[in-house]
Nanobody, 123 residues
Framework: QVRLVESGGGLVQFGDSLRLSCTVS??????MAWFRQAPGKEREFVAA?????????DYADAVKARFTISRDNVKNTLNLQMNSLNLEDTAVYYC?????????????????WGQGTQVTVSS
């Protein structure tokens, strides 16, 4: 069974940077992604990356040019470097994985989820 464990969340100030990580264990994965859910809002797509072969990435417009998704296949780790954080980035961040052959932004198409890590941006 695939197991995903996030780490790296915390409280930061407006404009700061933060790096999230997600360790992957227990099975094969083809794509990984980060989602986030703010209080009172639906879970939303943040970024995705292919897990095998040449990395291909996809970003939500709200984070493009500020966030960078990356992978370390040796350490079986997914990362999300978040720069220029603003108040709207406050949310619980989840890593997710699936075995689909193409990248997707739909949360329903991800079978494996971590427990989430809180990111809070203060003014």
């Amino acid at each position: 069974q695939v197991r995903l464990v996030e780490s790296g969340g915390g409280l930061v100030q407006f404009g700061d940077s933060l790096r999230l990580s997600c360790t992957v264990s227990g099975g094969a994965i083809r794509n990984m992604a980060w989602f986030r859910q703010a209080p009172g809002k639906e879970r939303e797509f943040v970024a995705a990356i292919t897990w095998l072969g040449l990395p291909r990435t996809d970003y939500a417009d709200a984070v493009k040019a500020r966030f960078t998704i990356s992978r370390d296949n040796v350490k079986n780790t997914l990362n999300l470097q978040m720069n220029s954080l603003n108040l709207e980035d406050t949310a619980v961040y989840y890593c997710a994985g699936n075995r689909m052959y193409s990248l997707t932004r739909a949360s329903a198409e991800f079978s494996y989820w971590g427990q989430g890590t809180q990111v809070t941006v203060s003014s």
